[in-house]
């Protein structure tokens, strides 16, 4: 049972440091997709995030609406705008986790615009096969978690760290995967990495499962009487 741990939506100074604290703990890094609009507020935050070695991916500019249902664009500028603050501090290894609407996985996750842009810049696009939905359920999200991760050999674990109390059950999550054997890694499987450094790794069939063919919102320009 392989386990990747990533923290989406932050940094926030009441959280981030906590889910640190426990990561430094245990030994282990994580994957943190992080929005442009929290880092412009808590900087410092992403700046000791990666100091204690974690990977930091991009997760929009205000993680407000997936981008498959954003004109190009603007959708384009969900990332760019977030770039310009995080992609000092990625490198080479740049990461994008699209906004799935409560975990969702479909079309509506990139327009064709997104993709060409997360292409041409060398990106990697970060899925998940393991929702903790510890929003829904702050104090008893462990348990059905760790029945998703028996499930399957590789999971990608998405958790939030924001204020809501969930994460101080962090530790004992990571303390019972740890009972079971688990081994914790960075790495992601292929099934959550349809775009590796801007090369597809999915075949035209499966990534038009979470690529629109053309974003709602253009549709509806196109359709709308001038």
Same mark, same amino acid.
């Given at each position: 049972m392989k386990v990747t741990l990533t923290f989406d939506n932050g940094p926030h100074p009441d959280v981030t440091p906590h889910v640190r604290q426990v990561l430094r703990a245990h030994g282990l890094h994580a994957h943190f997709f992080v929005v442009g609009e929290m880092v412009r507020k808590h900087g410092d935050e992403l700046v000791a995030t990666l100091d204690e070695g974690h990977r930091i991916g991009n997760h929009s500019n205000t993680h407000s609406t997936p981008l498959g249902l954003i004109p190009g664009p603007q959708g384009v500028a969900e990332v760019a705008l977030a770039d310009e603050i995080i992609g000092k501090y990625c490198g080479d290894a740049r990461?994008?986790?699209?906004?799935?609407?409560?975990?969702? #996985?479909?079309?509506? !996750?990139?327009s064709p615009s997104v993709w060409d842009y997360l292409s041409r810049n060398g990106y990697s696009c970060v899925l998940w096969n393991c929702l903790a939905y510890e929003w829904e359920d702050i104090n008893g999200w462990v348990e059905p978690t760790l029945e998703r991760c028996r499930s399957q050999s590789h999971s990608v674990v998405v958790l939030h760290d924001l204020?809501?109390?969930?994460?101080?059950? !962090?530790?004992?999550?990571?303390?019972?995967?740890?009972?079971?054997?688990?081994?914790?890694? !960075?790495?992601?499987? #292929?099934?959550?990495?349809?775009l590796s450094q801007g090369k597809a790794a999915w075949s035209s069939s499966a990534l038009a499962g979470i690529v629109a063919h053309q974003s709602v919102a253009e549709q509806h320009v196109q359709e709308t009487p001038e």
């Open positions: 990461a994008f986790r699209p906004f799935g609407g409560r975990g969702a #996985v479909g079309p509506h !996750l990139l204020p809501s109390g969930a994460m101080l059950h !962090l530790d004992r999550f990571i303390r019972s995967l740890r009972s079971e054997g688990a081994e914790f890694t !960075l790495d992601f499987p #292929v099934d959550c990495l349809p």
